[in-house]
């Protein structure tokens, strides 16, 4: 049995994954941001920690608010009980120095030390957070591979490549690779969408955004981040999946808020599945967007239902004939989430 849950995590992610019968296990996959969010995530750690479970892998997928607010903001409790938790993977800070040999006497990444954007703040607070608390911590690169509880969890993103970019940035390169237009697409059609040719404005801190294939008793589950698509496909294709022998499975969040620079053809046309959840209110970045989720539609060979955390005007996106061609189903997750392999 798995559980997926996605809380209300506004524009960003937090997504808790329990699987196991005899022996729950979990895995806490961001905080997302907001109260409404923080609220739902301290009730399910007190949750957990009542019936005498802990969170067997945090992974905090990159530095982006969104993403890290609410792992901080839990971890920053004075009554934070740190052993529950017994691993964490943090693409950040000192471990990316330590990986690629940058020492502190001949080191130009000022970012982790002198940093004005929210986020980088954040994660520096966070590791030394992470670092006083002692807690077991794990960088983490494409296509390893490790067991968590039984289950079975491949790295897709990031590549070592895209992590020493990362930690060479400066302050000048990673605002200008931020800077993304807000618009909607939804005046326009599934097929002229499709057809687009896709625009890849991904930021390098996105790009670092860990990906993952999560494998447990004959069920799957796709877990994108915020990643880039041309990159999980150079690893599924590396593991041996194409358009002839797809990845089949269950379920996949969609990366980055179903944003249209972050999910391409080459990517669906490669996976085998019918579910993808939808994490993310409506934006006014245009998330979600009406060309991502028209990409899913169109190169899937199947029918789709979408999970999302929030109830959204999908009228407002979709035009009646398209509901009637496609079929597409657009499901709202409860607190309860979705168990995988029954629906």
């Not at 941001?33 to 892998?57: A, E, P």
């Not at 980088?120 to 957070?129: A, H, P």
């Not at 998330?287 to 899937?300: V, Y």
């Not at 109830?311 to 309860?336: A, C, P, R, S």
């Amino acid at each position: 049995m798995i559980n997926i849950k996605v809380l209300k995590a506004f524009n960003g992610d937090c997504i808790i994954v329990s699987y196991g019968e005899e022996e729950k296990h979990n895995i806490l996959i961001d905080g997302g941001q907001g109260r409404v969010c923080f609220q739902q995530l301290r009730t399910y750690v007190d949750s957990v920690k009542k019936t005498g479970n802990k969170i067997d892998l945090l992974i905090l997928t990159h530095i982006d608010s969104d993403h890290i607010d609410g792992i901080l903001r839990l971890l920053s409790q004075k009554t934070f009980d740190f052993s529950m938790i017994e691993e964490m993977w943090f693409n950040f800070g000192k471990g990316l120095k330590d990986m690629f040999g940058i020492n502190g006497e001949n080191n130009q990444v000022s970012l982790y030390d002198n940093a004005t954007e929210i986020s980088w703040k954040q994660g520096v607070d966070l590791e030394e957070i992470v670092r006083k608390a002692g807690i077991r911590r794990r960088l983490v690169t494409k296509l390893e591979r490790f067991s968590v509880g039984g289950a079975s969890i491949t790295i897709l993103s990031p590549s070592k490549e895209v992590l020493k970019k990362f930690s060479e940035q400066d302050k000048e390169e990673k605002k200008a690779t931020t800077q993304i237009a807000y618009s909607n697409d939804y005046q326009k059609s599934v097929v002229e969408l499709n057809q687009k040719e896709q625009e890849r404005q991904i930021s390098l801190t996105n790009k670092s955004s860990i990906a993952c294939l999560f494998e447990f008793e004959g069920l799957s589950i796709l877990l994108l981040g915020d990643a880039d698509a041309e990159e999980i496909v150079k690893s599924l294709t590396e593991l041996g999946y194409s358009k002839n022998n797809k990845l089949k499975v269950d379920f996949c969040k969609i990366a980055h808020h179903a944003s249209r620079h972050n999910t391409n053809n080459e990517l669906i046309q490669i996976i085998d599945c019918s579910n993808y959840i939808i994490s993310t209110q409506q934006t006014t970045a245009g998330r979600p967007s009406k060309e991502c989720l028209s990409r899913i539609i169109c190169n899937s060979g199947k029918t789709i239902s979408f999970y999302c955390n929030y109830e959204l005007d999908w009228n407002k996106v979709f035009t009646k004939e398209e509901f009637l061609k496609y079929d597409m189903k657009f499901i709202v997750l409860g607190q309860q989430g979705v168990d995988v392999g029954e629906e």
